[in-house]
């Protein structure tokens, strides 16, 4: 009898949302389709999870009448190493929330079969190791997006402009690196590799497609296409192994001019999604700043980080849209006193907030004191410039809290409370965040791990030039 974790834990993971949103495409009722939407990301978090347990058990894999990918690919482009094994389930887990918090004023508007679809494809681009085929799946999964802009007759020029040259910079620098060497990449490869991530991420200039792409499109898929940090993912498998020590410091400048200048700009928007936007933008570069530094503290605060920001940004996300749900966009010019409508979603925001900027107790805190501990290590200006964009950030996340919730509450002709849905929503991102702030052991090993393995192939491509 087979080992239970040698089965195509992975693969099943991968497939469920393809298998999905051909099932639920074929509803035309939207709070049915909502209901399978919730069931299949669900299945979707078991099986990345139950993939996750076959990868610290260490199986050796999926063997004989199981091995899929053997069978259908010759090869495995799609496996678990240290960096993706975690990230997988955290990801997953944001669709179950996103699926899950739903109100039905936002069913008809949300289409589930592209969720589903959207998550299939994010999936395998973070399960993927083979490059051309994560390349790939990069480009397939900007698809998505355009279909949700042209179906909400909205304007699709500025993303399709950015996203055609991020997936053009990624085709031309992968074709320059030299496959057939171990020789590391050259300032051909480098170059271009680099832009294509800068792009992504939405550093300064690029940066005017994602408040673009908040503004337009609904938020919830806003918040999924964004939250997860592909770009970083990006970075991290086809850029810092073999890329020059100059590509790594350029990374490292211009993430932390765009950290501060995000976070700044975060602390005087009017509006919740611009606000939204430019937090994340600083929460992005501030990742990058720690991946330049390539050294295994800052590296694994990096890593650390980013899975925190992907719960607590993509929490604050989904608050904000519950918010939005109730009252319409969110104004930032005064006080909307909403905190006695729903004091509940006042907790969410405020501690997934605070989360993201490393406040005690949570679980960004350890990984903030490592990524500006690294930095200062390696660059007392670079720690200096870390530690004022989360300052910033800060003050953006109390000043929204104040202005949203505080002051005296407004009329309401409807029940404003948190609906059950959206409690299992809060309560199971606050399990998380203050669970791993208090017990974070686990996480920093695991990154640890992950960062020495990083550093290890990056060592290996530079000591063979």
């Known amino acids: 009898m087979s080992d239970p974790l ?144 042209r179906n909400r007759r909205r304007p699709t020029r500025l993303y399709l402009l950015h996203m055609g040259l991020f997936v053009g910079l990624l085709v031309l620098g992968w074709s320059f690196v030299d496959r057939g060497s171990e020789s590391g990449q050259s300032a051909w490869s480098s170059v271009p590799l680099l832009l294509a991530v800068l792009v992504r991420c939405g550093v300064v200039p690029a940066h005017c497609w994602l408040t673009d792409w908040c503004e337009h499109a609904t938020f919830g898929r806003a918040v999924l296409f964004v939250a997860p940090l592909t770009g970083v993912y990006a970075a991290v498998r086809l850029v810092l192994p073999g890329a020059p020590d100059w590509v790594l410091q350029s990374i490292g400048w211009l993430s932390l001019a765009t950290a501060a200048y995000a976070a700044g700009m975060a602390t005087v928007q009017r509006e919740g999604r611009r606000f939204f936007a430019f937090l994340f933008l600083s929460h992005a570069s501030l990742v990058l700043v720690g991946l330049e530094l390539h050294t295994t503290t800052s590296l694994t605060g990096s890593l650390w980080l980013w899975s925190s920001v992907v719960l607590s940004l993509g929490g604050l996300g989904l608050t904000l849209r519950a918010l939005e749900a109730r009252v319409g966009r969110l104004p930032l010019t005064r006080h909307l006193g909403l905190y006695e409508h729903s004091p509940a979603l006042a907790v969410c925001f405020l501690l997934t907030g605070l989360a993201s900027v490393g406040f005690p107790g949570t679980a ?102």
């Open 6 to 149: 040698s089965l195509p834990w992975l693969e099943a993971a991968i497939a469920t949302p393809f298998a999905g949103a051909l099932v639920v495409g074929r509803f035309r009722d939207a709070p049915r389709a909502a209901r399978w939407g919730v069931w299949f990301t669900t299945v979707t978090l078991a099986f990345a999870v139950l993939a996750g347990f076959a990868f610290a058990g260490s199986a050796a894999g999926p063997s004989g009448p199981w091995d899929m990918q053997g069978r259908l690919f010759g090869s495995r482009p799609f496996a678990l190493d240290e960096l993706n094994a975690p990230l997988l389930p955290v990801v997953a887990l944001l669709y179950v929330l996103t699926a899950a918090a739903t109100g039905r004023t936002k069913m008809r508007r949300f289409s589930v079969p592209w969720l589903l679809a959207s998550e299939g494809l994010q999936l395998a681009a973070f399960a993927c190791v083979e490059p051309w085929a994560l390349i790939g799946l990069l480009a397939a999964g900007t698809v998505p997006p355009v279909v949700e802009l």
């Open 364 to 465: 960004g805190y350890v990984a903030a004191e490592m990524l500006v501990g690294g930095a200062v290590e390696a660059d007392v200006w670079v720690g200096l410039g870390v530690v004022t964009a989360a300052a910033l950030n800060g003050i953006a996340v109390v000043r929204a809290y104040f202005l949203l919730f505080a002051g005296p509450p407004s009329p309401a002709s409807v029940p404003l409370g948190i609906t059950f849905r959206e409690r299992f929503a809060v309560l199971t991102l606050t399990a998380l965040i203050v669970g791993g702030g208090l017990v974070p052991q686990p996480g920093v090993a695991s990154w640890h791990r992950a960062a020495e393995h990083i550093l290890q192939q990056r060592d290996a491509q530079l000591a063979d030039r």
